[in-house]
């Protein structure tokens, strides 16, 4: 039972030595896609301040942004905060150097006072790749 045991100790032991020394180790940091085809982007507007609106209205919104990178930036999804607001995008990438914009629709039926909503915005960003969007807008009593 020892010399079995000795035996498969030492064909596990020169096994893992005859690995080919380029290929990947398990558990390895290794460049992915998403890290080589990220990004950067330069928000031109992040938050806005809409005033006030009368209570139903449908407010648009939008956000622009540049492609200050060298890759294509593909904005993989835009989630409003809440229900009340509706988000729309291109789902073309926008080419380095170019521009695009978020654009959004509030709808504020039931929503008087003042609204602070945020879109959060997932893309192909290197570091952190969302980024929160805000805008306010007070919604009054309809007359």
């Not at 330069?42 to 809409?50: G, V």
């Amino acid at each position: 039972m020892r010399y079995l045991l000795t035996c498969f100790l030492f064909a596990t032991l020169f096994a893992g030595g005859c690995n080919d020394p380029k290929a990947p180790v398990a558990g390895a940091s290794t460049p992915s896609n998403a890290v080589m085809d990220s990004t950067t982007i330069q928000w031109l507007d992040s938050t806005r301040d809409f005033g006030k609106i009368e209570e139903g209205q449908k407010l648009d919104v939008s956000f622009r942004f540049k492609n200050t990178g060298d890759k294509p930036l593909v904005i993989d999804r835009v989630q409003p905060s809440c229900g009340c607001t509706v988000a729309d995008q291109s789902k073309d990438p926008v080419a380095p150097g170019a521009e695009g914009q978020i654009k959004a629709v509030f709808n504020s039926e039931g929503h008087l006072g003042t609204n602070h909503k945020t879109l959060f915005v997932y893309s192909n960003t290197r570091g952190v790749r969302n980024s929160a969007l805000q805008f306010v807008v007070e919604v009054e009593k309809k007359k």
